[in-house]
Structure formats: structure tokens, C-alpha cells
């Protein structure tokens, strides 16, 4: 039962995530699957291109194809929106950052 909500919770962490290394330069699955991981992150990648694709259709990535080695991969690269989205979310987890941490300052 707990999985289930912290996986539910965290999805929105891995967006943020994902947006975030998407504006510094393009990602493709592989390569994000193995920087989710680095961070304790346990997601596949049937999880992770339902959600690569749904951010693209929301419009906060866009998708260019290229071939590498012979081999066709999709690079994402966060647009217009999903940067103005990314800093949302940036200024909003900052304040309640500073409330958990405020509150555990308090409590110690």
C-alpha cells in the first residue's frame, strides 16, 4: 500500500526531473532511466516512455529523432512551456522545502 502512494507521490518528482535535465540538453529513455536510478528512482521503462510520451503531448517536450549507430533514438528537449512549468515547480517545491525543514528544525 505505501508503495503504491510513494509511487504515485514521486511521479511528479520524476517529472520535475525530467524537465529539469531536459533544458540543460537533450535526453533519450536510456540514459534518463540510468540518472532516475543514480537518484533512487526504481522505475522501468515501460513507466518511463508512458511518461516521456504523455509530457510531449502536454506539449512540455518535444521530440526530435536521430539515428545513432544505425539505430533510430528519441532525444527530448523541454519547450517554452515546459521550461516556464519547470520553474514553477522549482519556486513551489522551494517553499515547501522550507516549511519541512523549518518544521524538523522545530521539532528537534
Do not use: C
Amino acid at each position: 500500500m505505501e508503495e503504491k502512494i510513494l509511487r504515485k507521490l514521486f511521479l511528479g518528482f520524476i517529472q520535475i526531473h525530467i524537465l529539469h535535465h531536459a533544458k540543460v540538453h537533450p535526453i533519450y529513455g536510456v540514459w534518463m532511466l540510468e540518472e532516475l536510478t543514480e537518484h533512487g528512482y526504481q522505475i522501468s521503462a515501460g513507466t518511463l516512455y508512458p511518461i516521456l510520451h504523455s509530457m510531449e503531448n502536454d506539449g512540455l517536450l518535444i521530440k526530435e529523432e536521430r539515428n545513432v549507430d544505425g539505430k533510430i533514438r528519441k532525444y527530448y528537449t523541454a519547450t517554452k512551456k515546459g521550461n516556464f512549468i519547470l520553474d514553477e515547480a522549482r519556486k513551489k517545491a522551494y517553499e515547501l522545502f522550507k516549511e519541512i525543514e523549518g518544521e524538523q528544525d522545530e521539532n528537534k
